[in-house]
């Protein structure tokens, strides 16, 4: 025998029906290799030298066994896609937010009109998935919003007939899959569903994370602060951008500082208690939590790492924040910024959100891919820039590197002091950003 592979057939293309013929194809091939060894003289095993099993001499003719009933149908055949929708929304494990649970519904609205409310979850093919991300590919931007009554292809539809060429971005298109994708893998925890079609339809982003938005430049951080909000307007409503001896200071003027100074987010800001600017250890720190306010609202953040205690910035003290924050304690304010209402979706930085996309404009200070998150990217920058530690800077700012919602620094040890914080957080500093026309404390601090 001068071959040192056999290879047989297992004549089928049924994956569980190959597992089961193995053992039996590997039991004639087994025998042949020790015909082999005896012919040579080698020590053998004489059983693997019976009858291959394959041998038609030693079959046992089979007896049809009796009728069996059919298999009553599984659950992934009787429930239907709008069935399985409504359990995934109706679980009480999500806690979304009010922003979380219109998406969903939305992505509900379009996914039943695709493939009907009444389909099985089973009849949900691969290729009925791939159009699906077809028509999302030629939705219109705020499709929900410019046309709330009509379906997906009537918006497509009357989009084209508009000429509209402005459609979802990749991401936004990716986070409709997301949302769909979630209710198929439920679906096959709950065991309705053997596998998800969605899986690995994403499409790649051409646009890179770190492009999509940037930092300011120092000569926009100067028009911001310089404008007339920070240098003296006729009020901080209507009058914001008109020259004035006025001096307001309430949250149009600190948001943005705090945002710079801090890379709190907006609505972290926004939502701020009287109660959360806190000395911890004798430091004083911004507390960023969720969870019900004073007042009985809930206040939100966007992962579990963006609970976290910031330490506010000596620019910040040196600008009079602890001051304004003490005022509105003696004032008997829950909210450190009261004026601030709360948007249809239950976030206070709704308002100021839209406000400041007008503020950036009056104040020359638009540019493309800028915009309030801005200030975050500034923050990050300057932590770099100051060579902080990674591990801090992931907590000072929020950030998670694990996708999974918490900061790696929180897996090991007890956490960094208030004080080894505020050290790294006073390193960042905007040297060719002078704001001592904002200054109620001393001049600007030497590093």
């Known amino acids: 025998m001068a071959q040192s592979e056999i290879w047989r057939s297992l004549d089928t293309d049924s994956y569980g029906m190959a597992l089961r013929r193995i053992h039996r194809v590997a039991a004639d091939v087994e025998a042949e290799f020790e015909k082999v060894r005896c012919s040579t003289g080698s020590v053998i095993d004489p059983v693997l030298l019976a009858t291959p099993v394959s041998d038609p001499s030693r079959s046992t003719p089979l007896v049809p066994a009796d009728p069996q009933p059919p298999a009553p149908p599984s659950p992934s055949n009787t429930r239907t896609i709008g069935?399985?929708?409504?359990?995934?929304i109706a679980d009480p494990k999500h806690q979304w937010s009010k922003r979380t649970q219109i998406a969903h519904a939305t992505t509900r609205k379009w996914v039943i009109e695709v493939f009907g409310e009444g389909t099985p979850l089973a009849e949900i093919t691969r290729e009925g998935c791939r159009d699906f991300v077809a028509l999302l590919r030629e939705m219109p931007k705020s499709a929900h919003q410019r046309f709330p009554d009509l379906t997906i292809t009537e918006v497509i539809a009357a989009a084209k007939e508009k000429g509209e060429r402005r459609v979802i971005s990749t991401a936004n298109l990716n986070a409709y899959i997301n949302r769909f994708g979630g209710v198929m893998n439920w679906a096959m925890n709950e065991g309705y569903l053997d596998r998800n079609p969605l899986k690995g339809l994403k499409l790649r982003d051409p646009v890179k994370k770190r492009d999509k938005r940037n930092p300011f430049s120092i000569e926009q951080l100067r028009r911001i602060f310089d404008a007339p909000i920070y240098t003296?307007?006729?009020?901080?409503?209507?009058?914001y951008a008109v020259p004035g001896d006025q001096r307001p200071r309430r949250a149009r003027f600190w948001v943005p500082l705090i945002a710079l100074f801090s890379g709190l987010r907006l609505n972290e800001i926004c939502q701020l208690e009287v109660s959360d600017i806190r000395a911890i250890d004798g430091i004083p720190c911004f507390r960023v939590a969720s969870g019900l306010s004073q007042t009985g609202d809930e206040k939100r953040v966007k992962t579990n790492a963006s609970e976290r205690s910031v330490p506010v910035h000596d620019e910040l003290i040196r600008c009079g924040f602890l001051v304004f924050a003490e005022s509105q304690r003696l004032c008997g304010e829950t909210n450190l910024f009261p004026e601030l209402p709360f948007g249809h979706l239950g976030y206070r930085s709704t308002a100021i959100s839209r406000w400041f996309s007008r503020f950036l404009e009056n104040a020359g200070a638009a540019a493309?891919?800028?915009?309030?998150?801005?200030f975050r990217h500034n923050f990050r920058d300057g932590l770099r820039e100051a060579k902080i530690d990674r591990d801090i800077a992931l907590l000072l700012g929020g950030w998670?590197?694990?996708?999974?919602?918490?900061?790696v620094a929180d897996n090991y040890g007890s956490g960094y002091q208030p004080k080894a914080l505020a050290e790294a957080l006073n390193a960042v500093r905007f040297p060719a950003l002078n704001l001592d026309h904002l200054a109620v404390i001393g001049s600007r601090r030497e590093t």
């Open 400 to 407: 998670t590197t694990d996708g999974k919602g918490t900061a």
């Open 368 to 374: 493309p891919l800028t915009c309030f998150h801005s």
């Open 83 to 88: 069935d399985v929708y409504d359990r995934f």
């Open 232 to 239: 003296g307007c006729r009020d901080d409503a209507n009058g």
